[in-house]
Nanobody, 119 residues
Framework: VQLVESGGGLVHPGGSLRLSCAASGSIFRINAMGWYRQAPGKQRELVAT???????DYADSVKGRFTISRDNGKNTLYLQMNSLKPEDTAVYYC??????????????WGQGTQVTVSS
């Protein structure tokens, strides 16, 4: 399963960005999808997750500012980020987990997209 991320970049504090992650390959079903981030010198952390049924979960640090969503027909994951802060600066990774056409379970990660929040 290949994941292609897009939408990162440089934004001023208080600005917005929308990340996208398109999954392709021999996918039968995608169950969980999520966004993670890793800032320099820090461990990778969970940002938000969404189930196939649309249930969402967010890190406390992004609640009320970020919105995760998915388009099941397009196997695409989104992250709308508003009111961005300098501490949101990180490489953002998407993750999907589910079942391949072969019946095997899989978990796949994107290559990462840089988000920099700076004045």
């Amino acid at each position: 399963v290949q994941l292609v991320e897009s939408g990162g970049g440089l934004v001023h504090p208080g600005g917005s960005l929308r990340l996208s992650c398109a999954a392709s390959g021999s996918i039968f079903r995608i169950n969980a999808m999520g966004w993670y981030r890793q800032a320099p010198g820090k461990q990778r952390e969970l940002v938000a997750t969404i189930t196939s049924g649309g249930s969402t979960d967010y890190a406390d640090s992004v609640k009320g500012r970020f919105t995760i969503s998915r388009d099941n027909g397009k196997n695409t994951l989104y992250l709308q980020m508003n009111s961005l802060k300098p501490e949101d600066t990180a490489v953002y990774y998407c993750m999907t987990a589910g079942q391949l056409i072969s019946g095997m379970a899989y978990e796949s990660w994107g290559q990462g997209t840089q988000v920099t929040v700076s004045s």
